[in-house]
């Protein structure tokens, strides 16, 4: 119980500056080019290194709602948050759902299928960006998660740039950019945009991409910032430092959304490993389900997209061992 309780070590009451050295070895110029919600954004760096696809790699076949045996407590873990954030990030904002007939939805668009029922699923969203949100943050952030809950409620397509502790790229073009190194920080690259605290970037963002209400478990002020610290207790600060990595010319896309455990868990590899990433969110009734159905022929999340090898896969637990075998190492 002493790791569990060891506040010193997990960042629930803080916020997270970070030290403000420049350093010295060169920046990665990141350039958003993004003209449609599902088009690739690249990022240009100095890199060489050349990616394919681990030797006699075979995409594994999805299965639905299964939770491979060593991955238990991880899974476990990360269903915490579920708890403590009333299920936040799992539904779009104007979420509703309905029974059908099973002839009420025709077979190539995307549902689920309940005790001889289909199950309807609606929302209600705002305006469209044009170009996705960058956001700079981490997993182990109890801010930056906030952020990440309004991003599933307002099913926004976002360009992380992971900033793990210790990273060597993105925390310090975010002290060149904005002066300092603390996350979340936000760029909108289609308004121009930019800035730090998680509050004033939900209340920007519901005002320009949702109906301008904040949902209320994003409203409480210190509570919610309590709820979303516990809500990471059960991961110990995973994705939240530096794991040496080499980075990638382009970012990988994944589909997935704040509240799914089995997201999280790829989540928090991509950020150790500091992997640019586009963000699909897709929480319940985000249109972007039937995108993907279309894509892959099925839908579940996380599903991720490489462009550097060509992968595209499902399976949580895969994925992780993937971005590993593929990404790890200086």
Not at 120 to 139: A, Q, W
Request: glycine share 8%; charged share 20%; with cysteine.
């Amino acid at each position: 119980m002493a790791g569990v309780l060891n506040i010193h070590n997990f960042p629930l009451l803080h916020s997270v500056p970070g030290s403000r050295k420049t350093p010295k070895k060169s920046i990665p110029t990141i350039r958003a080019t993004s003209e449609t919600p599902t088009s690739s954004t690249s990022t240009s760096t100095s890199t060489s290194t050349s990616f394919t696809a681990p030797p006699n790699f075979e995409p594994p076949e999805p299965k639905r709602f299964a939770v491979r045996p060593d991955k238990t407590w991880d899974i476990i873990g990360a269903s915490l948050a579920l708890i403590f954030r009333l299920g936040t990030g799992v539904f779009v904002n104007g979420y509703s759902v309905s029974f059908v007939s099973k002839d009420a939805i025709p077979p190539d668009q995307y549902s689920l299928e309940v005790a001889g029922y289909k199950v309807k699923e609606t929302s209600k969203l705002g305006p469209r960006p044009e170009k996705p949100i960058e956001i700079y943050e981490f997993e182990g952030c109890p801010f930056c998660r906030k952020v990440r809950e309004i991003v599933a409620v307002l099913d926004l397509d976002v360009l992380f740039y992971p900033c793990p502790k210790n990273g060597p790229n993105f925390r310090p073009k975010v002290a060149q950019m904005g002066g300092k190194q603390q996350f979340p920080y936000m760029v909108d690259p289609n308004t121009g945009t930019a800035m730090y605290e998680s509050d004033d970037i939900i209340k920007y963002l519901v005002q320009k991409y949702g109906d301008g209400s904040i949902p209320f478990t994003l409203s409480l002020g210190l509570l919610t910032t309590l709820t979303e610290g516990f809500a990471m207790i059960g991961r110990m600060g995973k994705g939240s430092s530096y794991t040496p990595s080499k980075l990638p010319p382009k970012p990988l896309e994944l589909w997935a959304y704040e509240g799914s455990p089995f997201c999280k868990i790829v989540r928090e590899v991509l950020v150790e490993l500091e992997l640019p990433h586009i963000f699909r969110s897709c929480a319940r009734g985000s249109p972007k389900r039937q995108i993907l159905f279309e894509k892959a022929g099925h839908f579940q999340a996380p599903y991720i997209e490489d462009p550097n090898t060509g992968v595209q896969m499902f399976e949580s637990a895969e994925i992780v061992e993937y971005l590993k075998v593929t990404y790890a190492g200086s």
